[in-house]
């Protein structure tokens, strides 16, 4: 089913951009840690830059005019690469406003040095015959972006295998707006 990446941008725009979102858990390491969205990490998300070659600014006015489809994009070669990051996008919001398992991978540095991305902490999911990844690097002590999200087959030996998962015992949003559900 084709996916309306206008109202993913809204509902990304509306639900996460400009807001904080604060999580504890019992793990020493991220007892307490700090999530923050801006609408420009959405086009990276998505998936958009192995398509379209402008910064992330250009891509979200084109995603809020509607001027990038699915239907456009499903086209391109490298819609393959990126077409599970669009339709199972909504995952990160139901990480975020569904609490859909509680709880979050602290990457070890063992997981962490064989992989391309360096993340340090990811939320993973598994879907039907799939895993959701959403990958969060450190900017500051304790302060974290979302900078990857990718879906893989599911396999006998899984992303993150080394790290440790924690509890998440609380997670509630600072910022502009109050929390909108679709």
Do not use: W
Request: hydrophobic content about 40%; overall charge positive; glycine content about 4%.
């Amino acid at each position: 089913m084709p996916k309306d990446l206008k109202k993913t941008y809204n509902q990304y725009l509306t639900n996460l951009d400009g807001k904080t979102a604060i999580l504890t858990t019992p793990f020493t390491p991220l007892d307490c840690f700090y999530i923050k969205f801006d609408i420009l990490q959405l086009p990276h998300l998505l998936g958009l830059h192995k398509i379209y070659n402008e910064p992330p600014k250009s891509l979200c006015s084109k995603l809020a005019s509607s001027s990038i489809t699915y239907e456009k994009i499903q086209r391109h070669k490298m819609f393959g690469s990126i077409k599970d990051r669009i339709t199972l996008f909504d995952f990160i919001l139901d990480i975020f406003l569904e609490d859909y398992n509680g709880s979050v991978i602290y990457v070890s540095e063992a997981d962490r040095n064989g992989s391309s991305m360096k993340l340090d902490i990811a939320f993973n999911h598994p879907y039907k015959n799939k895993i959701l990844t959403l990958g969060l690097r450190e900017i500051s002590p304790a302060i974290y972006i979302p900078v990857t999200f990718y879906v893989k087959k599911k396999i006998i030996a899984q992303d993150f295998q080394q790290s440790k998962r924690a509890k998440i015992l609380s997670l509630e949003f600072i910022g502009t707006k109050n929390i909108l559900l679709r």
